[in-house]
C-alpha cells in the first residue's frame, strides 16, 4: 500500500523559505505516468494545487507561484521536496503531498494517494 508522509517545521518567518519533505512508501516516485505534488488548503479556502514532479523528473508550477517554487527529489530515498521562497502571512495553509496521474488537480479525487498533511504558519 502506498503512502505518503510530510516532514518540515511548522512555523516559518517571513521572507524566509518554506521546505517540506514527502516520504513514500510502498512504491517508487518513479512508476510511470504518475504526478507528485503538492498542494496546499489555506484557512477557510479550498485546495490550490502548487507544483508537480513528473517519473521522469519534469517540473510544473502553479503560474501564480512559479518565481517562488521549486520542486525537487531524490529518487534513492524515494522522497520529493517543496521549496516555496519568500514566505508571506498569506502563505499559511496545511500542506499535503499527493500523487495522482492527474496533473494540476484542484479535488482530492483527482489523487490516488495523499499525506495527512502538515500545518505551516508563516509568523514573526
Same mark, same amino acid.
Given at each position: 500500500?502506498?503512502?505518503? #508522509?510530510?516532514? +518540515?517545521? /511548522? &512555523?516559518?518567518?517571513?521572507?524566509q523559505?518554506?521546505?517540506?519533505?514527502? *516520504?513514500v512508501?510502498?512504491? !517508487?516516485?518513479?512508476t510511470?505516468?504518475?504526478?507528485?505534488?503538492?498542494?496546499? #488548503?489555506?484557512? +477557510?479556502? /479550498? &485546495?490550490?494545487?502548487?507544483?508537480?514532479?513528473?517519473?521522469?523528473?519534469? *517540473?510544473?508550477?502553479?503560474? !501564480?507561484?512559479?518565481s517562488?517554487?521549486?520542486?525537487?527529489?531524490d529518487t534513492?530515498?524515494?522522497?520529493?521536496?517543496?521549496?516555496?521562497?519568500?514566505?508571506?502571512?498569506?502563505?499559511?495553509?496545511?500542506?499535503?503531498c499527493?500523487?495522482?496521474?492527474?496533473?494540476?488537480?484542484?479535488?482530492?479525487?483527482?489523487?490516488?494517494?495523499?499525506?495527512?498533511?502538515?500545518?505551516?504558519?508563516?509568523s514573526?
Amino acid at each position: 500500500q502506498v503512502q505518503l #508522509q510530510e516532514s +518540515g517545521p /511548522g &512555523l516559518v518567518k517571513p521572507s524566509q523559505t518554506l521546505s517540506l519533505t514527502c *516520504t513514500v512508501s510502498g512504491g !517508487s516516485i518513479t512508476t510511470n505516468y504518475y504526478y507528485s505534488s503538492w498542494i496546499r #488548503q489555506p484557512p +477557510g479556502k /479550498g &485546495l490550490e494545487w502548487l507544483g508537480a514532479i513528473t517519473y521522469s523528473g519534469s *517540473t510544473y508550477y502553479s503560474p !501564480s507561484l512559479k518565481s517562488r517554487t521549486s520542486i525537487s527529489r531524490d529518487t534513492y530515498k524515494n522522497q520529493y521536496t517543496l521549496q516555496l521562497n519568500s514566505v508571506t502571512p498569506e502563505d499559511t495553509a496545511v500542506y499535503y503531498c499527493a500523487r495522482g496521474r492527474r496533473l494540476q488537480g484542484n479535488r482530492w479525487t483527482d489523487y490516488d494517494y495523499r499525506g495527512q498533511g502538515t500545518q505551516v504558519t508563516v509568523s514573526s
